[in-house]
């Protein structure tokens, strides 16, 4: 083995990780439930993301980012699995609407309640295409950065941005739609 | 900077997250142009959803799930680490090490397994792997109420070619548990299935012995699965089984 005599026990002390990455398991949970949609799996996918980022932990070495870094773990351990139960949901791209400027909220001085505004919102997401629904999960959700998104999906910055824009801009087309079949 | 540009941009102006360049420019198109003004305000207005949304948490038993498998690991990890040459040098160390360890991260699951394994291996070359034998999910559930204090779930799912053949009351490591064995040809597997106190088992595979044993929970149960099937059949019989424990296809 390469690895110097010097690191060892100490800087990849299994305690270490436990302390770094036992608080990120909700945000494990919620990113594996919103891209499988089905608890006993997204567990699943949690535990495993777990092992492999502890396998993995040695190489990280605690450089960097690692929320992001685990965020991937999770989100790939996520897409393995979906792979696997071929249980894809349509990637189509999305045509653009030509007409951009179209104010997509009407009524604005109608205010929902705030139940009703989770809710509609929560439908919302979930008639997302995948692709559109886990990049604002990760971002409103779990806050990462554009740069850590890039980093994430493995795209780059400009199509995180271009990405992130059309997707909100389905969320609201979603959402006026729940609101308006109530 | 016109209007169309302006909208395409707006998201990443509100996440502070346009480029240097384009900034200021969107910056001042916002202040000349009332129409996108008003559509950087929706769309701000929107964005504060999500502040009160909530996102989902992790279910109660998760975390005892995950700090088991993660723990499970750090035992390969550090047995990994005492087999190279260099540690055995320093043997006064790698002894402490290795008592320390095994007190804080005995190996009682492997045991669990191991007699997984051994009541498996023995009902089976015995003449009474069952106490009750019936291909019906329900004669062997209503046996099993009157034998346990829990009731398992027994699946039927024949169209994966496997057949229940009945089920028994089993001891493993002090716990009562329910057998159920299945039968495919010569083929046959144990599911061990029992209601669990506090410990719920992390989803695991393991060889032992020649025999393969699967491990998995959820919110109610504790299942190891045994037999000498290959790995791919192991996941195909555990992908039908738990399918029915879900489509609720059970008495």
Known sequence: MRQRSADRLTQEDPRRFEEIFLPRLDAAYNLARWIIRHDPDAQDVVQDAYVRAFKGFQRFRGGGNSKAWFLTIVRNTAYTLLNKRAAKENLIPYEEERHANIILIDDPDNELPAEAQKEYLQRALERLPLEFREVIILYELEGLSYKELASTLGIPVGTVMSRLSRARRRLRQEFAGVRHSE | ?251
């Not at chain 2, 509100?14 to 008003?38: G, N």
């Not at chain 2, 004669?139 to 009157?146: G, I, L, M």
């Open chain 2, 1 to 251: 900077m016109n209007c169309e540009e302006a909208n395409r941009f707006l998201d990443a102006y509100l996440d502070r997250e346009l480029d240097l360049r384009r900034y200021p420019e969107l910056d001042q198109h916002l202040r000349v142009c009332p129409s996108c003004q008003s559509l950087a305000h929706e769309f701000q207005e929107f964005r504060s959803l999500f502040a009160a949304s909530a996102p989902y948490q992790a279910p109660s038993q998760l975390r005892a799930k995950v700090l088991a498998a993660v723990r499970q690991q750090q035992v390969k990890h550090a047995f990994a680490f005492l087999r190279q040459p260099w540690v055995y040098a320093t043997g006064v160390v790698v002894l402490s090490l290795f008592l320390a360890l095994n007190i804080l991260f005995p190996d009682a699951a492997g045991e669990l397994f191991r007699q997984a394994v051994l009541r498996h291996s023995h009902s089976l070359a015995s003449h009474h792997p069952v106490d009750i034998a019936s291909a019906n999910p329900q004669v062997v559930k209503t046996w099993f109420a009157a034998k346990l204090d829990f009731v398992p779930p027994v699946v039927s799912f024949p169209a994966s070619g496997y057949v229940l053949f009945g089920g028994r009351v089993d001891v493993i490591q002090n716990r009562l548990v329910a057998a159920l064995v299945y039968k495919r040809d010569k083929d046959a597997v144990t599911l061990f299935c029992w209601a669990p106190k506090k410990e719920h088992l992390p989803k695991s595979d393991h060889l032992i012995e020649g025999y393969h044993v699967s491990t998995w929970s959820n919110a109610e149960w504790n299942y190891i699965l045994v037999s000498k099937l290959s790995d791919r059949e192991m996941d195909q019989f555990v992908d039908s089984f738990r399918v029915h424990i879900q489509s609720g296809a059970y008495f």
